[in-house]
């Protein structure tokens, strides 16, 4: 029992590294909910093993100064491994998918148009799945289908003064939503074909077809998470 307590906790700092970049020890143990002392055996079990650094230090106070720590490579690696173990590997199905494109397609040269292809089919099965209700609803509904698919989703009001995307701070509050992504299920195929990364925001946008989609956080220009703006259409915007 007390192996397993120690795994979990440790896949929470793991995780709680991809989501918010970097923390301390103290944030940690009070996010947590775990003793210092125990925060810190772990952090240096997961140095040990490679998966976490510390990047800098922070004075707070009289005490004494604190490590921040960051995911190093291999913890998003190991995070990525992981949630597609938990999830199901959504994108064994997409490669299946795109081997049955690429058949349908004549010639190398053709990569673009079978990647437009592959994300336009993608695009109306989520479209079909995430249906008519109200914009909150579809977006959860697109966020639990990338959940599924491996990707660590999660989705938040613009409304919220502590949304977690700085960038949108200029759109006054309505019906406005981030949507984000900590971790990349493609990320192997979008290093090798960043064009995908734009498909992706072609395929949010036809799904939500009445509201606009702007990319704000992109991991492929060296930021933690992907970070996607929606926003209902105005009626002269339609």
Known sequence: MATTQQSSTKQEILEYLLKHSQATAFELSDVLNVSKQAIRRHLKDLEAEELIVYASTTQAGMGRPQ???????????????????????????????????????????????????????????????????????????????????????????????????????????????????????????????????????EMFAAVLPDCIVERTHWIINGEHRCGYLVQARKPEQN
């Open 67 to 201: 490590h921040i720590y960051q995911l190093s490579r291999q913890g998003r690696d190991r995070l990525h491994r992981t949630t597609s173990d938990r999830f199901g590997d959504g994108y064994g199905e997409f490669a299946v998918s795109l081997l049955d494109t690429l058949a349908e397609t004549v010639g190398h040269d053709k990569m673009k148009t079978i990647l437009q292809k592959q994300w336009e089919r993608k695009a109306q099965e989520y479209r079909d799945r995430v249906g008519k209700g109200s914009l909150k609803e579809r977006v959860e509904t697109l966020v639990e289908l990338r959940k599924a698919e491996g990707f660590m989703a999660e989705y938040h009001s613009v409304e919220a003064d502590d949304s977690p995307l700085g960038k949108i701070s200029q759109y006054t509050p309505g019906d406005r939503f981030v949507l984000i992504e900590h971790n990349c299920a493609i990320s192997n195929v979008a290093e090798s074909f960043p064009t995908v990364c734009g498909h992706e925001l």
